[in-house]
C-alpha cells in the first residue's frame, strides 16, 4: 500500500505561485511514474501532470508553461510548482502512483481574483 501526504496548498492571489509537495512511502519510488491531479468544486478530478520513473513531464493543456513538476528520488518525493495561478486552478490538489489504487488526503489550493 502506498502512502501520500501532499502539502503546501493554501491562499494566494491571482498571479502568485505556490509549490506543493507530496512525500511517498510504501512503494519503490525512484522506478514509479508520479502524477498530480485536481478536483474542483463540483468538477470531476482531472489529471493535471505527470512525470516518469526517469523524470520526463507531461503536462495538462490548461496548466502548460505555468506548471513544473519535479521529483527527488533522494526524498521520495514530487513536487508541482505552481506559477501564475488563475482562479480556476482553485481545486484540492492530490498526488497519484498511477500502479497503485491510493490516493492522499490533499491539499487546498485557493487563488482569489
Known amino acids: 500500500q502506498v502512502q501520500l501526504v501532499e502539502s503546501g496548498g493554501g491562499l494566494v492571489q491571482a498571479g502568485g505561485s505556490l509549490r506543493l509537495s507530496c512525500a511517498v512511502s510504501?512503494?519503490?519510488?525512484?522506478?514509479?511514474?508520479m502524477a498530480w491531479h485536481r478536483q474542483a468544486p463540483g468538477k470531476q478530478r482531472e489529471l493535471v501532470a505527470a512525470?516518469?520513473?526517469?523524470?520526463?513531464?507531461n503536462y495538462a493543456d490548461s496548466v502548460r508553461g505555468r506548471f513544473t513538476i519535479s521529483r527527488d528520488n533522494t526524498k521520495n518525493t514530487v513536487y508541482l510548482q505552481m506559477n501564475n495561478l488563475k482562479p480556476e486552478d482553485t481545486a484540492v490538489y492530490y498526488c497519484?502512483?498511477?500502479?497503485?489504487?491510493?490516493w492522499g488526503q490533499g491539499t487546498l489550493v485557493t487563488v482569489s481574483s
Open positions: 510504501g512503494i519503490t519510488f525512484h522506478v514509479n511514474p
Open positions: 497519484y502512483a498511477p500502479r497503485y489504487p491510493d
Open positions: 512525470i516518469s520513473n526517469v523524470a520526463i513531464p
